[in-house]
């Protein structure tokens, strides 16, 4: 649909929405900067040549993340820099899935339990990948946290894209066998032991020497939760499989970093997935289980 269709539905609606619920700050933020986005309300910037050959008042653009006005622009940045940075190798690209259990400790904590699926991530694949039995070389890895599936749930996941290959001990490069990275169940089972030591070291009040922990790195139980429910949540999925999924290689990075950059400066929906929308009804597309689909 045309441009700015987001916009009029959160004018439309956003009043409406937000009666009865409790919203944080960024929650409010983003609804104001797409409800404003190249608005008076956001004032305006002049752009000109020095000769005086043009002269032009352009309203300025809001630039949150979860603005589809704005994506655009900033995802393409976000794809130059990392073509800049990537290497001449195929790349794995890797997307590892957390229960929907652990959705209500993300919510109250999102920063730091995403920080520690990062590091967890790149954890189990520097251990794993430094092995010689899979590859005995330090890969590469961009990490993207992704948090809705297609159909805008709440869907916590991270996008790996992760060099087929990496620096031996004496700084030589050794290449990976392009159609596998690494057993998918070792993948899980690694990951999956880091993250939940690192959550529960998380609703440890102590560090390790017996400290109180400042607050910033304490993890807080969701409403209606305790922090020894949350530990015995985390002790049952110790005990299950997780999902994990290991594609074969693309011959180069260009097209893992262009699926994957949609997410990186976007908001969970763009406008070109709005189907249809007349002042009630909305209908978007998504990838499964059917299209279009209304919601």
């Known amino acids: 649909m045309k441009a700015g269709i987001v916009q009029q539905i959160f004018n439309d609606h956003f009043d409406d929405y937000r009666k009865g619920r409790i919203l944080d700050v960024r929650q409010w933020r983003a609804a104001w900067d797409i409800m404003t986005c190249r608005t008076p309300e956001k004032g305006f910037h002049v752009d000109e040549c020095p000769n005086g050959d043009y002269r032009l008042t352009l309203p300025n653009s809001c630039k949150n993340r979860s603005c589809p006005q704005c994506g655009s622009t900033e995802t393409q940045l976000w794809l130059e820099r990392r073509r800049s940075q990537a290497l001449d190798c195929p790349y794995f690209h890797t997307v590892i899935t957390i229960s929907h259990d652990l959705h209500g400790i993300w919510s109250a904590n999102r920063k730091l339990f995403t920080g520690h699926m990062m ?20 890969p590469g890895v961009i990490a993207v946290f992704q948090s809705w599936d297609d159909e805008l749930n709440l869907h916590c996941h991270l996008h790996l894209i992760v060099t087929a290959g990496g620096l031996n001990p004496d700084g030589r490069w ?7 990275l690494l057993p998918v169940p070792v993948l899980a089972s ?13 609703f440890n009040p102590l560090t390790k020497t017996g400290r109180k922990k400042p607050s910033d790195q304490m993890l807080t139980p969701p ?6 429910q949350c530990l015995n949540l985390i002790n049952k999925l110790g005990r299950i499989r997780w999902h994990v999924d290991i594609e074969p290689a693309y011959e180069h990075a260009n097209g893992v970093f262009k699926y994957v950059g949609r997410y990186i400066r976007r908001g969970p929906i763009s406008e070109k997935r709005i189907i249809s929308y007349d002042g009630k009804t909305l209908t978007i597309a998504y990838a499964h289980p059917g299209i279009p689909g209304t919601v």
Request: proline share 2%.
């Open 223 to 228: 409403p209606g939760k305790s922090a020894q």
């Open 190 to 202: 690694k990951f999956k032991g880091k993250f939940l030591d690192y959550l529960k070291e998380g």
């Open 174 to 180: 050794v290449s990976a066998n392009n159609k596998f």
């Open 119 to 138: 590091r967890s991530a790149w954890g189990a694949l520097q251990e794993l990948l430094g092995d010689w039995r899979w590859l005995g070389g330090l």
